[in-house]
């Protein structure tokens, strides 16, 4: 299996890095900053590439089985949402670019619970998160899920939206899934990116979730 990742020297990524290589894939890492990736492996390649320049990401997906995205970041919004984020939208068209070129099918990327407004979202995310801190950056992660949606059917992109991230090992709580929810009741507002990372290898060839958004989460009752 061989596995290009973007966002490498993100904390997700960083993870997703590591759980590939534990599993014996072989990863590319697709960065802006080679130095900033503390991980060494023989079968880990380090590329320099600009995310929004398709050219460059092409030669990079070619014999790829898979690219995971685990890019993440302001991208431009702020406290209290003065600036608009374009981080996901603008790097999406690009690496959906690069994959044409390449022949890469498989997409996989990080998303976040909340992409969307919807009815009984929880209390924090409705009247904390959303209005005060990342209000523009869930709705350019929305936006880059519409753009898959309409008009990149002939990719198979899965977008897994988590809830609020923690660093650390894996907590082995077994991952509930749901396709087409923006989030899950009876659900922890909280998971590993450890355990992230194990999703989205996990479904690299899951053709149950090609085409869909995924919401994860650990379930309360376990």
Known sequence: MKISVLGATGPSGVQTVLEALGRGYNVVALVRNPDKLN???DKLQVCKVDIFKGGELAPHFEGSDAVVSCLGGSG???LFGRNKCTLYTDSIRSIVGAMRKSGVKRLIAMSSWGSAVTE???FLMKWILRPLFIGKVLENIGEM???LNQECQDIDFTTVRAPGLTNGT????PIKAENGRQFLEN???WISRRDVAKFLLDIVNDSSVYKVCVAIGYDKKK
């Open 39 to 41: 991980v060494k492996d």
């Open 187 to 189: 659900s922890e507002g």
């Open 170 to 173: 894996s907590t082995e709580k």
């Open 120 to 122: 009984g979202e929880p």
């Open 145 to 147: 899920e519409d753009y």
């Open 76 to 78: 431009g919004g702020s």
